[in-house]
Structures are given as C-alpha cells and as structure tokens.
C-alpha cells in the first residue's frame, strides 16, 4: 500500500513540476483518482495540504523565471497562474523569504 501511495505521490509531483497551472481535477484525472484520492496521497506524504503543495511548485517555477529571463516580475505572476501580483509578490515572500525583486538580485 505504501509502495502504492509513493508511486502516485511521485507521479503526481512530476506532473506538476512540468506544468504547475493546472486544476487540481486535470492532476487526478491523470493520475486515474478523484480529486479526494489525490489529496489524501498528497497530504500522506508531504503532511501539507495539495494547495500549499501546488503553491510551493509554482513558487519554485517562478524563481526559475526569475533567474533564468527577463520578464518583468508582473508577467512571471501571469504565468505562474497568480491572477494578481501583488498577491504573488506577498506569496512570493512568505514562500521564499524575500521579494521577487530581491530574490532575482541575489
């Protein structure tokens, strides 16, 4: 069973580490569950709800996109799937610890 459940948990993080803007039905239809199914695996796993978790991967899709181009910080909020930045900008923070801005200084 435990076999079972890291198998999905590890299927489910592939999946969002390739595209992070997905709902959380389009994860689990993928994955063969229900939507409460996935979040039972995740939450087994990682101890986090599935939001923190799919938050916590576009974080770290966004600080690729901070050190990896140019985009103006307001259009890596959009393609992250932040409908606002200033919203991402304090996510940003409490996730990393310092603003986009700083984050792509360093």
Known sequence: EDASQQRKYERFNLLLH???DKPLAAYASALHLSTNQLRRVVKGWTGKSIAQVIRAAKIDQAKYLL???TLQIQE???????DDPSYFARIF???A???PRTYRKK
């Open 67 to 69: 050190r990896a181009t």
């Open 76 to 82: 890596i909020a959009y393609q992250v799937n932040f």
């Open 18 to 20: 390739q595209n992070a």
């Open 97 to 99: 610890g310092v603003s």
């Open 93 to 95: 923070k409490q996730e």
